[in-house]
């Protein structure tokens, strides 16, 4: 299968408003993969924008692509990739983060006997916890342990490679613990890196149970609520989307950790959790994203 790229470049701004307008274009072609990035460490302020698919593109993708952007849009140029796993490519050779009491790092590189290792391999599934997202949620999610937080069930939502359900299972070890994803290759990829880092599946306190499912759209998910903790490092309009679904299933006191969100999109993300109760507890930012620390109200 050939895999192709359209790109355009614009300043930084600007690609991230189109980053917004496709987070929030339910109607947008599934199988278009868009992200956004920075083109050199000196030149913070020049980004791309990064298009990719499975075939070559047509001009109907182009429009979508061009439609993203409120004025002018950057000239968007074509290119056939060779056929390699860009995702496992991009994960491999990566340098070992450090986040809170977290150690995670790919195969290759050793462990920090100090600190809790987890070994999270190159995979077709997000979550290596090099993204600013994802080390953050670690960072943060230290943070409520050592702040004395007592977890007895809590739930990852949209998991990818299982990092921060691991995490939450390392720092509240009798906890029930869910995972979750809407993509059916993170199944797979997720019961992998429980037999790589010895995290039991099943059922029970100290076991990790794994759902494919949209949200918390699942019987599973919905008979092993309310929880104290639900993790959702996924993307603003989700998120937001979600605001009601996740209070329904969030005990009362319980916490959100809730990341993927641009600074730009967080007054919109607050304010949707506002209205189901939830207050901040604690913000942190990393980058270009926030990353939020939410309590449920014990009462309504």
Known sequence: MSAWKLS?????????????????????????????REIAEDKPDDWILEVWLDRKPTASDKKAVV??????????????????????????????IRAGRFHVRTPEYPAVPSLVDFVI???QAFGTGQHETTAACLAMLDLMKREGLVVKNHADIGTGTGLLAFAAMHLWPHAKATASDIDHVCAGVVEDNCRANGVAMGAGPGELTMV????????????????????????????????????????????LLLAGLLQ????????????QGFRLARR?????????????????
């Open 212 to 255: 494919i499912a949209p949200g918390t759209d699942d019987p599973l998910i919905q008979a092993r609520a309310p929880y104290d903790l639900l993790i959702a490092n996924i993307l603003a309009g989700p998120l937001v989307e979600l605001a009601p679904d996740f209070a329904s299933v969030t005990h009362p006191g319980g916490s």
């Open 121 to 123: 391999p190159a995979s």
């Open 284 to 300: 942190v930012t990393n980058g270009d994203w926030s990353i939020l620390w939410l309590r449920k109200s014990r009462v309504r």
């Open 8 to 36: 355009g470049e614009a300043p930084k701004k600007i690609v991230q408003a189109a980053l917004l307008a496709h987070d929030e274009a339910w109607d947008f072609p599934e199988e278009l993969v868009v992200s956004g």
């Open 67 to 96: 439609g993203l952007f409120a004025g002018d849009a950057p000239a968007l140029a074509a290119e056939k990739l060779p056929e390699q796993d860009w995702v496992t490519l991009s994960q491999q050779g990566v340098e070992p």
């Open 264 to 275: 730009t999109q967080e007054a919109e993300v607050r304010a949707a959790y506002r209205k």
